[in-house]
């Protein structure tokens, strides 16, 4: 689409030459980047944020419609120097928010600096660096706006001015400071010639005010219900349930999850009655909780009816359906005993076996015995498995026998072979020579019949597969938006349960039946897969991503440790744990930091440090280095809180323990997208504007002796430097 210049007259022409001007990754005009986008204080980032954002791109078509104001939109990122100072600095500031108030204003973020976005009562958490939004609100809203304004090109930070007719006033992007953008905003206001409404909220009727698609409004009602008595809930509740399909599911929320059953059970009525798609995630969460059949019944009902027009919840229809009954096809029974039963089974065919079996092959082929066939299929495919692909030569016999294999068990399959062993030797076979369609064939094949040796590995081949096959069947079908089946879901389930506890089963297969639970929405199902995989795998880290993200998800990162306390806690404690409850620490003092708890944060550094050093002593050789890498970052965080409350000499001591505890780790990005360079670039520049003389050579001297490449600009600065000319758009 062709851009061009919308600002007009001496304004414009100053504007772009500024843009145009050239600009390295260091300097502007003798103004360092730095200096140019100062970093936020504590200070800053303790002040609210002003700007009054909605909460989702349709809310707020309807206000800019309902006023006939426009649409401002900000794009925002962690970390990026400029977006910082907007959103620390520049989003707090009295003068901005009124510059901004003519304007229906969005943000996006793709950052979550809440792990959640609403507690147990189903209050909304807002978000730390944006105000009036979830952090699910402004990540929600940023693939809408890609797709409707970004043109493929996502950059922050970016302000874009959208009319009532959906067209763009202006796109700005890569500005050289932060006057030109606010020139544009009040220019694009000043400029305007459609006329205004004002938002009459005088004497409007408590259904005017629910309905209302204003966060102002929203907020406002929902303080009420929290605050209220039974009967003014239940007022505010029968409002928003008159609303029908338009109900606010924030209200419905509250009902859902707060202590009065009474509303609890007419916000779950609401949900089986709607017709609308947008509340099929809420009716998945209300079916989270410990409900009778009875009130489960309608629930999904109302999902198999919604999932007519939407494919997401006629899947969550069938997830909840899947997860009730017996498994259809495998017999976990049988396999459970089996898997109990010890090593009592005949171990597989060692190699005196297959020669011996060898010199009987012409015999055995021209038999035509279905029963040797097979005995010589089983000798050639257990030959192959027990040759190490790593010996000269091995690749190309592990082929010939795979090949012999096959031949062997497709013969006694035309002989009237059938049943497990059939199935779980041409599993095995077509597994090892990669051909994984043929594998899982066979697996849901070998599942329809009783196992022989439930222990053995070509049956944990099996199960694998199974689960696979049946895996990959339900996303398929789900991307397809097709139905499908709730007894695969209930297979599947009931499959990887199996492999938990299989003597060669894996932790992969564990961390791939939580995700494929998470993805449908079956949390609780998710957390005791994950709960009996910690059990089996105590030092599995991709389990422990998975906890971590199961904690702050449903309990906060306030819960972070205590979780972690209670598993070091136990005699059976794993040497590993203190690494795990170190990188724990290491984020909920990451959280601390994003909500302005400093004090929490330094102290949570702290324990995360110890922590690191206790694992460093329990097993120095497995985990010393990234255990190092961690506590540089710990420092470099400190460094960071110190930076901000204004205690230079403290952020200079952190990042010269992060320097020294591991070099390499200086620019490494946090969770909080911010390096160890990063903080000593700001900190550089504050002390040169203070002329000290006393930290500043310290500094100087230890960015000195690190490498080169580590003090370059972060990767997603990207290939476009800052000062190429903005996008301007009629």
Known sequence: MPRTPHLGGLLASVLITTLLAPASSGQVGGVSREQMWPAPTAEDWKRPCLISWQRTWSDAVALSKATGRPILICVNMDGEIASEHYAGIRYRDPAIAELYKPYVTVIASVYRHNPRDFDETGQRILCPRFGSVTCGEHIAIEPVLYQKFFDGKRI???????????????????????????????KGIA??????????????????????????????????????????????????????????????????????????????????????PRNVELIAEALQAPLGDDERAPLIQALERLGKSSPRARTLAT??????????????????????????YAPAPGSDVFAQRLES??????????????????????????????????????????????????????????????????????????????????????????????????????????AEARREAIR??????????????????????????????????????????????????ARRALVQGLERFPASPLLHDRFRLQVLRSQGFRALEGAYARLLARPDAHPMLPWFAGYATLVAAEFHRRKSEYEEALKAYDRAITRFERAIAKMSRDVEDSSRHFIAMAHAGKARV?????????????????????????????????????????????????????????????????????????????????????????
């Open 361 to 466: 092959l012409d015999e055995s082929v021209s038999s035509g015995d279905p029963k040797r066939l097979l005995d010589l299929a089983e000798a050639f495919l257990a030959q192959a498995e027990s040759l190490s692909p790593d010996r000269p030569g091995a690749p190309l016999t592990i082929r010939a026998l795979l090949s012999d294999a096959l031949d062997a068990a497709k013969r006694a399959q035309a002989a009237g072979a059938q049943g497990w062993k059939l199935e779980r030797i041409l599993t095995a076979v077509h597994y090892n020579r990669g051909e994984l369609q043929d594998a899982r064939k066979h697996a849901v094949e070998a599942m329809r019949n009783p196992p022989e040796n439930p222990r053995s590995w070509d049956s944990m081949v099996v199960l694998g597969l199974f």
């Open 191 to 276: 400029e305007r010639k459609l006329p205004t409404r004002p938002l009459v909220k005088g004497d409007r009727s408590l259904e005017e005010r629910v309905a209302s698609p204003d966060n102002a409004d929203r907020t406002a009602i929902e303080k009420s219900f929290v605050a209220g008595n039974h009967d003014q809930k239940l007022a505010i509740l029968e409002a928003a349930v008159a609303l029908g399909d338009k109900a606010p599911r924030e209200v419905l929320r509250l009902a859902l999850f707060g202590l009065d059953e009474d509303l609890a059970r007419m916000a779950r009525d609401a949900l089986a009655k709607t017709n609308s």
């Open 319 to 344: 997830v909840n359906k899947g997860l009730g009954d017996a498994p259809a096809t495998v017999d976990s029974q049988r396999w459970a005993q089996g898997l109990q039963g010890g090593g009592s």
């Open 642 to 730: 110190a930076y901000e409350i204004g205690d230079d000499a403290a952020a200079l001591e952190e990042l010269l323990a992060a320097f020294k505890t591991r070099m390499r780790s200086a620019n490494i990005l946090d969770g909080l997208n911010i390096s160890a360079v990063d903080t000593a670039k700001m900190l550089r520049a504050r002390l040169q504007e203070k002329k000290d003389t006393t930290l500043l050579p310290r500094l100087e001297e230890a960015l000195g002796r690190l490498d080169p490449d580590l003090l370059a600009l972060p990767a997603y600065e990207g290939k476009g430097p800052r000062g190429s000319r903005p996008s301007r758009k009629n």
């Open 476 to 525: 398929t079908a789900v991307l397809a938006g097709k139905d499908w089946p709730a007894a695969w879901l209930r297979d599947l389930d009931a499959t990887y349960d199996l492999l938990a506890k299989h003597p060669h089963g894996d932790d992969t297969q564990v961390a791939a039946h939580v995700d494929f639970l998470t993805w449908l929405r079956a949390w609780r199902k």
């Open 156 to 186: 922050a930070p970016r302000h874009i001015m959208v009319e009532l007719d959906g067209k763009e006033t202006y796109d700005i992007f890569y500005a050289l400071d932060t006057a030109s953008v606010f020139a544009a905003v009040a």
